[in-house]
């Protein structure tokens, strides 16, 4: 058996100093601990904030409070936008719905007791229309359609009568009666206006419609026969005696005064072209370095009759028409080797004025009572009673 030897008094001594060392160490580390931890704020992990130490009094007072606030928040945030849409998006919707709800229908022209042939100058061919919207299309494309109904209704009127004149009267043709040009009456199909008005085409067709109707079938008659109803866009403040432009003396056609087309857009106009030009138009041979030798003699109503130019004789309808001017009332001034013409007035002068005939609407003449101040002494009468053969055709 092994023996043990007892340990020296020294060693034990020694041991037990340096065990005491030891102790005091960790003692020491164990305080310096407790200090550290003792300066760091308690951090309770998220699990457990359900506890006495979140439900405190204080923390209970500052959470109602922001709740609250938060709240209150978030129903403003989805309420208002909500009321927003509620109040101006039905509000829109109605808008744009309103067109289709409200929108007048589009109103139908009336039946026509024949058609008209009329010569499509664009596609040279021929298309039949029947009378009142071929009618309609002229008063579409001869006069603006912000014009007072009455004066539609008096180019409606105008515009048939024309037409049954030329049917009855005007040089025969082929396969046509009428052009769709200034040679007779402009004319322009629903088609046409549609692509020309875009949007605006129902209003403006329905108000052209209820002109034409309110007048279907009647026609302007002098001794129970249908007149020439001419019409222009523009006076001078006259009208012109039909044989002042026209070769024939006609009874109705006689000048009147018209100051109601001084507001017109067309009243005054000015175009200006060189001596060479003129020359070309003219077919004349003029001096280019000396001024011209110019003598003008006028009609009753101010237009032009007569026009001498160093030698050579015109008539003011010659020079209008061989230089495009507005009117055959005119001035003229020579300016380095240009010859300046200041016109009045926009058309040939003769009938009804457009111009002059919205003018009387806006003071409220009836359309009967335009077409009478322009044309003098004539009836308002009926296609059926003033030209039955033509209807029974």
Do not use: C
């Not at 009243?267 to 200006?272: E, P």
């Not at 040939?348 to 111009?355: A, C, E, V």
Request: hydrophobic share 35%.
């Amino acid at each position: 058996m092994k023996k043990h030897r007892p340990v020296p008094k020294a060693w034990r001594k020694k041991k037990s100093s340096f065990k005491k060392q030891i102790m005091k160490s960790q003692q020491r580390k164990t305080n310096l601990i407790n200090d550290q931890t003792s300066q760091i704020k308690k951090i309770i992990p998220l699990k457990n904030r359900k506890t006495l130490y979140f439900n405190n009094r204080k923390t209970r007072t500052w959470k109602l409070p922001a709740a609250f606030f938060l709240s209150v928040l978030l129903v403003l945030i989805l309420a208002i936008p909500a009321s927003i849409v509620a109040f101006f998006g039905d509000s829109k919707q109605e808008d744009i719905a309103a067109p289709e709800t409200s929108a007048d229908p589009a109103v139908e022209i009336d039946s026509s007791p024949f058609s008209v042939a009329v010569m499509r100058s664009n596609v040279e061919t021929v298309e039949d229309v029947p009378l009142e919207t071929y009618v309609a299309g002229v008063v579409a494309s001869e006069m603006p359609t912000k014009f007072e109904l009455e004066a539609l209704k008096a180019q409606a009127l105008a515009a048939r009568t024309f037409t049954v004149s030329h049917l009855l009267h005007g040089d025969e043709a082929d396969d046509y009666d009428l052009t769709d040009t200034v040679q007779h009456q402009v004319y322009k199909s629903e088609t046409e206006l549609q692509k020309e008005w875009g949007g605006e085409y129902t209003e403006k067709m329905n108000k052209i419609k209820e002109a034409v109707n309110a007048t279907k079938g009647q026609i302007l008659t002098f001794n129970d026969a249908p007149i020439t109803a001419a019409f222009f866009s523009t006076s001078n403040g006259h009208t012109e005696n039909s044989e002042d432009y026209w070769e024939n003396e006609i009874s109705y056609l006689r000048s009147v005064e018209s100051p109601w087309d001084k507001d017109s857009p067309q009243f005054l106009g000015q175009q200006t072209y060189t001596i060479a030009q003129v020359e070309a138009a003219l077919e004349l041979d003029l001096p280019e370095d000396s001024p011209l030798f110019i003598e003008l003699e006028r009609t009753e109503s101010g237009r032009v009759s007569e026009i001498g130019i160093e030698g050579y004789t015109f008539t003011g309808r010659d020079i209008r028409e061989k230089l495009d001017l507005k009117s055959s009332d005119f001035e003229i001034k020579q300016n380095n080797g240009h010859l300046i013409f200041t016109t009045e007035g926009f058309g040939h002068g003769i009938g009804m004025s457009q111009y002059g005939a919205n003018g009387m609407a806006k003071e409220g003449k009836t359309y009967e009572e335009i077409v009478q101040y322009y044309y003098k002494d004539v009836a308002i009468s009926t296609i059926t009673d003033a030209v039955p053969a033509l209807v029974s055709k």
